[in-house]
T-cell receptor, first 116, second 111 residues
Framework: AQTVTQSQPEMSVQEAETVTLSCTYD???????LFWYKQPPSRQMILVIR??????QNATENRFSVNFQKAAKSFSLKISDSQLGDTAMYFC?????????????FGTGTRLQVTL | ETGVTQSPTHLIKTRGQQVTLRCSSQ?????VSWYQQALGQGPQFIFQ???????GRGNFPPRFSGLQFPNYSSELNVNALELDDSALYLC??????????FGPGTRLTVT
């Protein structure tokens, strides 16, 4: 079974600074995707960034980038120039393809607080 | 383009009752997945529907069932509600195995 571990329950960063959220996962599969989702207090889960395991190049979406280390099974999220609107729970998620289904397995989340 | 919508927003039920939650998928998507998110936890996969058939299921009992309709919308039904079923229920749609986009969720409280 796949597991996703987020070892930082809470983090705080000042506005305009950079913060990195950690995620490790465990799988024996070779074909999978990794995601970071953001869940603000409004509770809607918002897709932040996606990484395909077969791609060596790290994904980037504006201020968000990942450091994907496949051998170490590590997938961290870096948020640059943090903004107050980045305050949210951040979930790391692993997608595998069991049979025909594409199932997401989530970590327990990191609560990020951006302060003035 | 309309995103994923869910109804109702909130629901309060009594133990032993049955509940139906609804989800409309995003335009162009043909796959719907349902997740249960307990307070303070990450979402847990319940099941997935593709072309009106269940094509994957998580570790949930049979009293959790679903449907997908020809327009790709979906329902989640839970029978014989238990107190532990109190959670946020999230629906996500996708185009087959692509990234999943979530709706705002339905908060279910079982008393």
């Amino acid at each position: 079974a796949q597991t996703v571990t987020q070892s930082q329950p809470e983090m705080s960063v000042q506005e305009a600074e950079t913060v990195t959220l950690s995620c490790t996962y465990d799988t024996s599969e070779n074909n999978y995707y990794l995601f970071w989702y953001k869940q603000p207090p409004s509770r809607q889960m918002i897709l932040v960034i996606r990484q395909e395991a077969y791609k060596q190049q790290n994904a980037t979406e504006n201020r968000f980038s990942v450091n994907f280390q496949k051998a170490a099974k590590s997938f961290s999220l870096k948020i640059s120039d943090s903004q107050l609107g980045d305050t949210a729970m951040y979930f790391c998620a692993f997608m595998n393809f069991t049979g025909t289904a594409s199932k997401l397995t989530f970590g327990t989340g990191t609560r990020l607080q951006v302060t003035l | 383009e309309t995103g994923v919508t869910q109804s109702p927003t909130h629901l309060i039920k009594t133990r032993g009752q049955q509940v139906t939650l609804r989800c409309s998928s995003q335009s162009g998507h043909n796959t719907v997945s349902w997740y249960q998110q307990a307070l303070g936890q990450g979402p847990q996969f319940i099941f997935q529907y593709y072309r009106e058939e269940e094509n994957g299921r998580g570790n949930f009992p049979p009293r959790f069932s679903g449907l997908q309709f020809p327009n790709y919308s979906s329902e989640l039904n839970v029978n014989a509600l238990e107190l532990d079923d109190s959670a946020l229920y999230l629906c996500a749609s996708s185009f087959w195995r692509a990234e999943q986009y979530f709706g705002p969720g339905t908060r279910l409280t079982v008393t």
